[in-house]
């Protein structure tokens, strides 16, 4: 960049625009960005006893990129849970952990090692309540990913002015899109868990790793697809 280029961007920083007040910062790592779950997911579930809330990727449930049936493959042992209790029948013949709930109230009390909450937060209504549920449950790590307003600002956003119609990309039935720095807030607000990193991941979500005791080994891992996931115990 030329020195005048250089000196507009600066000058259009939101940096220089907000008042620090209204200035979040947060880390986040981008190395995943060009990974989807299904390339991040299964690997970091090997051997482990999983716990997957949205299970059945409703609407689509594709039984050939459906990411519980991947993580069936690989995992010690697996419980699903959702809401589109009609996609159960689809799962099961491809399951060998076939334990598939509608509730979380449903599942017995057990130890998981890993809890997954991939593209669910956005639908729910009582979020705080939502996170109390799950915290109920005793485990040792929880990812969580949400979209993100961010990653998907360019492809699905569009505002058509003479018209006077805006345009938006997004599941019906989601509720809200997400950022950062408010995922953060909403874990930090309504749980006691343990941030340990933030990324993004697909090109449009960000996803939190989480856990309810300190990992200490966990910002000495190397990166890798797989996320190091297998390794906090």
């Keep these: 960049l030329t020195d005048d280029k250089k000196s507009t961007r600066s000058r259009m920083s939101i940096k220089n625009i907000h008042q ?14 060009n990974f989807s779950r299904m390339e991040i997911i299964p690997s970091a579930c090997a051997s482990k006893r999983v716990l997957h809330i949205g299970c059945v ?4 449930t594709n039984v050939a990129q459906n990411l519980h049936l991947a993580v069936d493959k690989v995992a010690k042992h697996l419980v699903g849970i959702d809401t589109a209790t009609e996609s159960f029948d689809e799962l099961r013949p491809h399951l060998k952990n076939k334990e598939l709930y509608a509730s979380l109230k449903d599942v017995p009390k057990q130890k998981f090692d890993l809890v997954l909450v991939l593209e669910v937060l956005e639908h729910v209504t009582n979020m705080a309540s ?37 345009y938006e990309a997004v599941h019906p039935d989601h509720n809200v899109w997400f950022s950062p720095y408010t995922l953060q807030n909403i874990i930090q607000k309504y749980t006691q868990w343990e941030i340990h990193t933030m990324m993004f991941v697909g090109q449009m979500s960000i996803m939190a790793i989480c856990s309810k005791r300190p990992v200490d080994n966990f910002t000495n891992q190397q990166k890798s697809p797989d996320l190091g996931l297998n390794t906090l115990d």
Aim: one cysteine or more; hydrophobic letters at 40%; a negative charge.
């Design 130 to 166: 939502f996170l109390e549920e799950i915290d109920e449950f005793d485990f040792s790590t929880l990812v969580i990913s949400v979209p993100d307003a961010f990653s998907c600002a360019r492809r699905h956003f569009e505002l058509d002015a003479d018209a006077g119609s805006f």
């Design 20 to 33: 620090p007040y209204f200035l979040q910062q947060v880390e986040v790592d981008s190395s995943y960005a």
């Design 57 to 60: 990727d409703y609407p689509i």
